[in-house]
T-cell receptor
């Protein structure tokens, strides 16, 4: 149980285009989903916290107009990188927190984004 | 504020040696959770352990063991008799109520096991 999927697993896009990454909790409902970014040889940095049916809360320094997050249902959150630039190339990982279990997060396998 | 410090960045060991990864944390909260994750080259995070702040018992799981010391705010991880498959990056993380249960990760330890 507690499986989180991400789609796509990798994507290459051209500079200036937008790309959407999906995060799904497959066998549980998640009130809260988190989005992380990881640059090569660095740690995971939390980008935003998304709660179903409400606006995402972004960490300091993360541009909310560039990284659009939508959490439309209890099993799906999406991250859209708008007007992507090469410096947005990174590994994006989502996690999902089950209902009523505050301390638990289940991680997706990650999406590797390369912007050319 | 939450903070997790993993001082050693890269550690190389010869197969069958033991390796200990240090994790020191800071939090204002009395209720918090500590985690260790493994990240192999594939990138997917593998959950290893969760500990809550009220449970200071050490834990052993196979070749893995954890030492939780609240007095020194440390949650150290030891791999006994290391194997090549243990080569990965290991992250310590902290979740507390002040952080709204968001996870704060340490910088990670790159473990390289040399055959």
């Amino acid at each position: 149980g507690a499986v989180v999927s991400q789609h796509p697993s990798w994507v290459i896009c051209k500079s200036g285009t937008s790309v959407k990454i999906e995060c799904r909790s497959l066998d549980f409902q998640a009130t809260t989903m988190f989005w992380y970014r990881q640059f090569p040889k660095q740690s995971l940095m939390l980008m935003a916290t998304s709660n179903e049916g409400s606006k995402a809360t972004y960490e300091q320094g993360v541009e909310k107009d560039k990284f659009l997050i939508n959490h439309a249902s209890l099993t799906l959150s999406t991250l859209t990188v708008t007007s992507a630039h090469p410096e947005d190339s990174s590994f994006y990982i989502c996690s999902a927190a089950p209902l009523a279990v505050n301390y638990e997060q289940y991680f997706g396998p990650g999406t590797r984004l390369t912007v050319t | 504020a939450q903070k997790v410090t993993q001082a050693q960045t890269e550690i190389s060991v010869v197969e069958k040696e033991d390796v200990t990864l240090d994790c020191v944390y800071e939090t204002r909260d009395t209720t918090y959770y500590l985690f260790w994750y493994k990240q192999p080259p594939s990138g997917e995070l593998v959950f290893l352990i969760r500990r809550n702040s009220f449970d200071e018992q050490n834990e052993i799981s196979g070749r893995y063991s954890w030492n939780f010391q609240k007095s020194t705010s440390s949650f150290n991880f030891t791999i006994t008799a290391s194997q090549v498959v243990d080569s990965a990056v290991y992250f310590c993380a902290l979740s507390d109520l002040y952080g709204n249960n968001r996870l704060a990760f340490g910088k990670g330890n790159q473990v390289v096991v040399i055959p």
